[in-house]
């Protein structure tokens, strides 16, 4: 079994920001307008929604194991009512950005996601936040990051009219399992609110593997 270690952990992190501004620079001014698998979101919002999580993220780590994360995921919720939250949250975040464009949004995410990862090693075993019986570790909440910015940059390359896949997606689901208690693999999310994928169906071809359960697990494939 892929084992959710720093080393790896912190390259397939990169990785995700990185591939994330690759996606973000074939975009032209048109094409920051096309839809992508998100709900209501165009590209640009999604670029958006990177800048105000990669944000969040850090501000969760700031005030760890008592962030507002940790008082949510502390009342034992059901996935769908976690869901719905923090998407109303998302929405919310979103709405009040300041003004930018879609190149300024990713730039701005870029910073924070890689100032976030300067973070990890010095706190890497640290509690974070709990949920129903189980610690999450600042390590795992560093797994739903990076699980985060690949499934965004699927996103991002369906707008494009491109697929894209990571090359360890085993990690990935590692890193998933290791900080998100509330919605392992082979449970699927159902919610479609402002910032949870709507399930993208592929023809009728059957997928098998580490990350179509991921994209199942957010949402995005059915």
């Not at 869901?83 to 870029?110: M, S, V, W």
């Not at 090359?167 to 082979?186: I, S, T």
């Not at 479609?192 to 991921?214: D, F, K």
């Amino acid at each position: 079994m892929t084992e959710w270690a720093l080393g790896p952990a912190l390259a397939a992190y990169h990785a995700g920001v990185t591939v994330i501004c690759e996606l973000a620079a074939q975009f032209t001014d048109d094409s920051w307008g096309a839809p992508t698998p998100c709900p209501e979101w165009r590209a640009a919002d999604l670029a958006g929604h990177l800048r105000c999580v990669a944000d969040d993220y850090n501000e969760y780590l700031d005030d760890a194991p008592a962030s507002r994360l940790s008082w949510l995921m502390a009342t034992g919720a059901e996935p769908a009512s976690l869901a719905r939250k923090i998407a109303r949250q998302n929405a919310a975040e979103l709405a009040a950005l300041a003004e930018g464009h879609g190149p300024e949004h990713i730039a701005a995410f870029a910073a924070s996601a890689r100032a976030y990862a300067q973070r990890l090693p010095a706190v890497w075993d640290l509690p974070h936040h709990y949920y129903r019986g189980t610690d999450v570790t600042v390590a795992g909440m560093a797994g739903v990051a990076c699980a985060e910015w690949h499934l965004h940059a699927w996103d991002l390359a369906r707008a494009l009219g491109k697929d894209y896949s990571p090359a360890n997606p085993e990690l990935l689901a590692a890193g998933w399992q290791a900080g998100m208690p509330q919605l392992p693999l082979a449970a699927p999310l159902e919610v479609a609110a402002a910032g949870a994928a709507r399930a993208w169906r592929p023809g009728s071809v059957v997928l098998a593997g580490a990350w179509p359960a991921l994209l199942r697990a957010s949402g995005r494939l059915a």
